[in-house]
């Protein structure tokens, strides 16, 4: 069965001060992998599609990269408004599911 | 071009009655999804549709039913309603030729008492 697992669970960040998030996975063949933002009260907002290790995708302080196991989003020098949770989720061969990690809360302090 | 479209987008049910969530969307795509999303818990799969007429078992199906009779529509149905349904219901949908990712709804916030 297709798993994804994120990490940490929440994380607190000064405005300015660079970090990662993690998502590791496990999938039959994977499809694509895919970085989503949500904010209180709203639905998931796309970010990133990664098919393959080894690539990598920008959208302004944020950059996804993948591997065989895992994929991280890089934030660079993060704003207040950057502060949401971030969702991870995997597209396998198996069957048509898209399964979700539980998501990092991000907090950015001015 | 709304999107994603959920009604309703608040609802409070006694147990053991039934209701009825609508997911509409106008992008003409062949893929729809149910996902519940409650504290701590990520989104969950519940059901999902691979085009007009078909539908297929999440990872968290059990108390819930769909139907696809229109390719635009994806229903959510609760027949008996219980107080572990209590939670946040988003519909996604995507294209099988445009990209994979997913298109979100507003959600619905259903309070079972």
């Known amino acids: 069965e297709d798993q994804v697992t994120q990490s940490p669970e929440a994380l607190r960040l000064q405005e300015g001060e660079s970090s990662s998030l993690n998502c590791s996975y496990t999938?039959?063949?994977?499809?694509?992998l895919f970085w989503y933002r949500q904010d209180p009260g709203k639905g998931p907002e796309f970010l990133f599609t990664?098919?393959?290790a080894g690539e990598e995708k920008e959208k302004e302080r944020l950059k996804a990269t993948l591997t065989k196991k895992e994929s991280f989003l890089h934030i660079t020098a993060p704003k207040p408004e950057d502060s949401a949770t971030y969702l991870c989720?995997?597209?396998?061969?198996?069957?048509?599911?898209?399964?979700f990690g539980k998501g990092t809360r991000l907090h950015i302090l001015p | 071009n709304a999107g994603v479209t959920q009604t309703p987008k608040f609802r409070v049910l006694k147990t053991g009655q039934s209701m009825t969530l609508l997911c509409a969307q106008d992008?003409?795509?062949?893929?729809m999804y149910w996902y519940r999303q409650d504290p701590g818990m990520g989104l969950r799969l519940i059901h999902y549709?691979?085009?007009?007429?078909?539908?297929a078992k999440g990872e968290v199906p059990d108390g819930y039913n769909v139907s696809r009779l229109k390719k635009q529509n994806f229903l959510l149905g609760l027949e008996s309603a219980a107080p572990s349904q209590t939670s946040v219901y988003f519909c996604?949908?995507?294209?099988?030729?445009?990209?994979?990712?997913?298109?979100f709804g507003n959600g619905t916030r259903l309070t079972v008492t």
């Open positions: 999938v039959s063949g994977l499809r694509g």
């Open positions: 989720a995997v597209y396998g061969n198996r069957d048509d599911k898209i399964i």
């Open positions: 549709s691979v085009g007009e007429g078909t539908t």
């Open positions: 990664l098919y393959s």
């Open positions: 992008m003409n795509h062949e893929y």
């Open positions: 996604a949908s995507r294209s099988d030729l445009q990209g994979l990712n997913l298109h």
